[in-house]
């Protein structure tokens, strides 16, 4: 491809970090603003972003100075006619990117690539409204631009054969792992994050646990880095909402029905760090310790037994607190059932559990060392209930032919920060144990979503134990 100069349009919070990027591979950007106030907004962007760097000595200051000066910025849209690529990012309206390509169409040269950053908009809509749809894809980049390693480079039904192949050639010479996908809404990562996120809300608003406590588990627990809450919140309550209508109304799934705790938090204002508060507020939220119960027994996990009795708790036949991690005993008042994940454990508490017992068990895992995530006493509890349901949806996009597993595990990766991609995890936990953890889940909840997709449960069923890959 070739590319002597590079149009970016809209230098907001997505925009300039994307001119920069392309600044820094050596190629020539214009980047145009919709009036002089915003321009002097993005090129300051630029200029704080890029003296960031040079603070963090990852540019030296003569790096810096070929950079800004390969941007050249503007408010006219004309300035693009000789642009090879024009890549917008202007808010996600759809009657603005279409007035927006319709424009760029006329004035630009006939074998301009045109490219969106939508996040969750129509690529194929977008296409379809300009005189050359095989010329316009998406290239959905990851905030902040410059630091994220992902490009979903998004082709449609009618996009010229090797337009995909040569954004996607580009996108690795900006240094970038692109991952090709077709038009679907979200694309992989926010068709995959995004039902998790809004999960972990409905956990919420159906008091199976705490904010703060579906926090620890899923990071402590799991590994993730960040716990739901706090992702939302930096995320935008809003934005998260959007997404999931655009999920919703494509797919019409159980699975991607907008919970109404987070339609309350928007409608009331609250969007996350952008307004200052969101599912965190500017109240303190800190843990409050419990008291320990006196006496305990422990049934199923020699581990934590011994971490109690050496914290000086001596085991007792009639104990104020029985953990019972595992097995099943008859449940009674004072037994609290346990899931213990890495330094996590999921206090399971049932309609009997005194709120004694409760408390009691919640110092003692503590004390052993443990983060306690209180729950109540539902299939999967926290960990499981979220994790398999957002493992289910990979593997029900694999199936459904929409990306390929590398590609999946790729993108959560370089797109979430996931240390492990989805495949990789369920192959790590055991293809039977998520399969079986789904079973338990749809057996609880039997809407369509939970349950596991067919391939998964094929596989097991055939014995094997890794997903096939090419
Ligand atoms: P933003 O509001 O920070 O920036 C939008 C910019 O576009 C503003 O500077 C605005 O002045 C400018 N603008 C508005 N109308 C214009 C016009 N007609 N011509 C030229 N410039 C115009 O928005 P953002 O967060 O950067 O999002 C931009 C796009 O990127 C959206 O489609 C969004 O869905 C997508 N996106 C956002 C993120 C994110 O995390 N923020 C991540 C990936 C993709």
Redesign the pocket.
């Known amino acids: 491809m070739v590319l002597e100069m590079v149009g970016v349009?809209?230098?907001?919070?997505?925009?300039a970090g994307i001119a920069e990027v392309f600044a820094r591979a050596g190629i020539r950007v214009c980047g145009?603003?919709?009036d002089e106030v915003?321009l002097a907004?993005?090129r300051a962007h630029l200029e704080r972003s890029t003296g960031r760097a040079l603070d963090k000595g990852k540019l030296t200051a003569a790096e810096r100075e070929e950079i800004l000066a390969r941007v050249t910025l503007t408010t006219s849209r004309a300035d693009l006619r000789d642009a090879d690529l024009v890549i917008e990012?202007?808010?996600?309206r759809m009657d603005?990117k279409v007035?927006?390509f319709g424009e760029l169409d006329r004035i630009c040269k006939p074998s301009t690539i045109l490219a969106?950053?939508?996040?969750?908009?129509s690529v194929t809509a977008l296409a379809a409204a300009t005189g050359r749809p095989g010329r316009l894809v998406g290239m959905?980049?990851?905030?902040p631009a410059p630091v994220m390693g992902l490009v979903e480079v998004v082709g449609t039904v009618v996009t010229d054969p090797g337009v995909v192949d040569e954004v996607a050639g580009l996108a690795v010479r900006l240094g970038k792992s692109p991952v090709t996908v077709g038009d679907g809404a979200g694309f992989v990562v926010n068709r995959l994050l995004l039902p998790y996120l809004n999960h972990a809300v409905t956990l919420l608003d159906h008091g199976v646990a705490a904010r703060d406590d579906i926090d620890h588990a899923m990071k402590l627990g799991v590994g993730l880095p960040m716990g739901p809450f706090q992702l939302l919140d930096l995320?935008g309550l809003d934005?998260a909402y959007e997404i999931m209508n655009v999920l919703f109304d494509e797919s019409r799934s159980d699975r991607h029905v907008p919970s109404p705790l987070l339609r309350s938090y928007v409608a009331a204002g609250l969007l996350g760090r952008k307004s200052g508060r969101g599912f965190y507020g500017e109240a303190g939220d800190g843990p409050q310790d419990k008291a320990p119960a006196r006496t305990v027994r422990v049934v199923g996990s020699p581990e934590l037994a011994d971490r109690l009795d050496t914290a000086g708790f001596k085991e007792s036949d009639d104990p104020d607190v029985v953990l019972q991690v595992g097995g099943s005993l008859p449940l009674s008042g004072n037994t609290v059932r346990v899931r213990l994940s890495g330094q996590v454990a999921e206090l399971a508490v049932s309609v009997l559990t005194t709120q004694e017992a409760a408390l009691g068990a919640h110092g003692l895992l503590k004390i052993a060392g443990y983060t306690p995530v209180p729950c109540k006493d539902r299939a999967g509890l926290v960990i499981e209930a979220l994790l398999f349901s957002h493992l289910n949806d990979a593997v029900r996009m694999y199936e459904s032919g929409y990306a390929a597993i590398d590609d999946i595990d790729a993108a959560m990766r370089l797109g979430c920060g996931y240390v492990t991609g989805p495949f990789e995890l369920i192959e790590s936990i055991g293809l039977a144990t998520v399969r079986d953890g789904l079973r338990a889940l749809h057996a609880e909840r039997l809407t369509p979503s939970s349950a596991p997709a067919p391939l998964l449960d094929q596989l097991v069923t055939a014995g094997l134990t890794r997903f096939p890959r090419p």
């Open positions: 349009v809209g230098l907001g919070t997505m925009g145009v603003e919709a915003a907004r993005g990012a202007i808010p996600e603005l007035e927006l969106t950053n939508t996040s969750s908009l959905h980049f990851f905030n995320i934005t």
